[in-house]
């Protein structure tokens, strides 16, 4: 693929939940060390929920369906929006390999809701769309996120804490 053709690929449409808990902590779920390289690299294998918005699929709807999808949260209050979306590009061997040329990287509308429930509601091991997501999940200090994400997709968790840096742990 030439560099026009992967400039001339389109974003995937996305969003990406920031769930806050009553201390400030925010969810993160370490992703299966299975060979994506979109998603992980050593010691980079956490990340907050993300998916992709489907067709006609409001934002807003889109990260409380897929914050339910991967973590079994539905307890959760909408806190803020961040005010941009941010893009990343993903590998160039993933956008062959994996996406079969058919995206440049994502586009991404991030939310932070607030955790209301109690944990015992988060279940990442049966996860509603049947496609478990993560292999464990912990709470973090947000200024801890964009080093444990996956290094070409740092630049958004950087945009995205500084967007709800408010609403952490002080």
């Known amino acids: 693929m030439t560099e026009a053709e992967f400039l001339a690929l389109p974003y995937r449409p996305c969003v990406g939940i920031m769930l806050i808990n009553r201390d400030g902590l925010v969810w993160t779920g370490r992703r299966f060390?299975?060979?994506?390289?979109?998603?992980?690299?050593?010691?980079?294998?956490?990340?907050?929920?993300?998916?992709?918005?489907?067709?006609d699929e409001d934002p807003f709807e889109a990260a409380?369906?897929?914050?339910?999808?991967?973590?079994?949260?539905?307890?959760?209050?909408?806190?803020?929006?961040?005010p941009d979306w941010y893009t990343y590009d993903i590998p160039r061997s993933v956008v062959g390999a994996r996406w079969k040329h058919k995206w440049r990287g994502q586009s991404q509308k991030w939310f932070a809701f607030r955790f209301d429930g109690d944990e015992s509601e988060i279940d990442i091991q049966n996860p509603p769309a049947g496609e478990q997501e993560f292999a464990a999940w912990a709470w973090q200090r947000m200024e801890r996120l964009p080093d444990m994400i996956i290094p070409f997709k740092r630049p958004v968790y950087e945009k995205v804490v500084a967007a709800f840096r408010h609403l952490g742990a002080a």
Request: without cysteine.
């Open 33 to 55: 060390m299975d060979g994506q390289v979109e998603h992980t690299a050593p010691g980079h294998e956490w990340q907050m929920p993300q998916g992709g918005i489907d067709a």
């Open 64 to 82: 409380k369906r897929e914050l339910w999808e991967e973590t079994n949260v539905r307890s959760a209050t909408l806190l803020a929006e961040a």
